[in-house]
Each structure stands twice: as C-alpha cells, then as structure tokens.
C-alpha cells in the first residue's frame, strides 16, 4: 500500500506503508513585499496591486494598505493588512505583443514571431484599453498561462487628430480646449498645440504632459 502524507504527518497505527511526501509547494509572502505590479491570491481570488501603502502605527507597528484588482472579475478593491500578515504569491510572466483590435468581447494581441493570438475579456482591462494602439506593442501579464493585464508605460505619446485651431503667441499651459488622439481618446490640450503634433499623456491620469520634441 502506498500513501501520500504531507510533511510532518505519520501513518496509521499498524501500518507499514511506502510513504511518499508530498510538499505544499504554496509560496507565502509578507504583505510588505506587495508593490504596484505585483500579483498573489487570497482566499482562492488572484489579485494584481494597483497602488501600495506603508503607514507606521504606535509601538512598532505597521498598517499596510493596498488598492487591487481581481484578474477573475476586474472588480478594483482596497484592503489593509497588519505587517506581519502574509499572502500567497502568484507566479507571473511577461510577454512582449502586439495589440491587433477589440470587440465586444475583448481586446486581442499576437506574438511577433510565433503569431500566437491571445484575447483580454473587456472587464479585466477598463481604463487601460483607452491608451491601446493598433499594431503598438504592450507588455502583457499572463497568470496561469492567461493573460489578464496590461503593463502601460507611465506615459505614451499620441499624436493630435482634431482639436481647434492653435492660439498663435500663446503659450499658456494652464488654458484647455479638447482634442482627440489618433487612437480616438479625448483629452484637453493647452491652446497652442495643433492638429497634427505629438504630445505625451500620462497613462496614470489620463492628462496631458507635454509637447513631444
């Protein structure tokens, strides 16, 4: 007869089994070790963190506080932990796409060299989706061998597709009008951008940046 026990249990009382032993492979990590990017699972949903705080408390101890999203429903959440609280990681990889186009059921990336398509669902993506650019490549997190996110750099430059006409001499960055970028976001731009330039926009806002050189 053989028995799978785990590490630290002993068989029945009368038995001389072949004991194989069977580790948990589960890697625990403090919620210290949680920043913006990284991923782990609890209660059985696996969570990407958005945004990590540390908040020292009296006598030594600490409040840690994180905004997450759930890569199963794209529901977006805050949670606090105590310090010394600890969360199972999730094993992640990062692949280099191409993002090709969307529909209503979601957005689709290919694999430069191998042609390989992968597709996003909708709802795991959100407010992302808006600095995608077709045949633009992405930094794309897979979980399980699914993707589930993408990685946006902290800005991007868009190119102006309409806007109104540029105030000439005037230089004022603190004066708005809208316009849309050639991957069809709006956005408000300061006076004296035109149709036709290129601008930055931080992907975290949403706002412009700066005039493109």
């Not at 032993?21 to 919620?31: E, G, H, N």
């Not at 004296?192 to 706002?207: A, Q």
Request: hydrophobic share 40%.
């Amino acid at each position: 007869m053989e028995v799978k026990l785990r590490a630290g249990s002993t068989p029945a009382l009368g038995t001389t089994p072949n004991v194989v032993v069977a580790f948990d492979a589960t890697l625990m990590i403090s919620v210290t070790e949680l920043r913006a990017g990284r991923s782990f699972k609890e209660n059985g949903q696996p969570y990407l963190v958005i945004k990590y705080e540390h908040t020292k408390m009296g006598r030594g101890t600490a409040n840690i506080r994180v905004k997450i999203k759930n890569l199963k429903t794209g529901s977006v959440t805050e949670k606090s932990f105590i310090s010394g609280a600890r969360v199972e990681e999730i094993l992640t990889q990062k692949k280099k796409l191409q993002y090709l186009y969307s529909d209503q059921l979601g957005f689709y990336f290919m694999e430069p060299k191998s042609f390989e398509q992968f597709t996003i669902p909708i709802k795991l993506l959100q407010e992302q989706a808006d600095f995608l650019k077709a045949e633009s490549l992405v930094d794309v997190l897979f979980v399980e061998d699914e993707p589930v996110s993408v990685e946006l750099a902290p800005k991007m430059k868009f190119k102006i597709q309409e806007t109104g006409p540029g105030v000439k001499g005037d230089s004022a960055t603190n004066i708005f009008k809208p316009a849309t970028l050639d991957n069809n976001m709006k956005i408000k731009i300061p006076l004296f951008i035109k149709t036709g330039e290129e601008i930055w926009v931080d992907t975290r806002s949403g706002e412009y940046v700066e005039r493109a050189k």
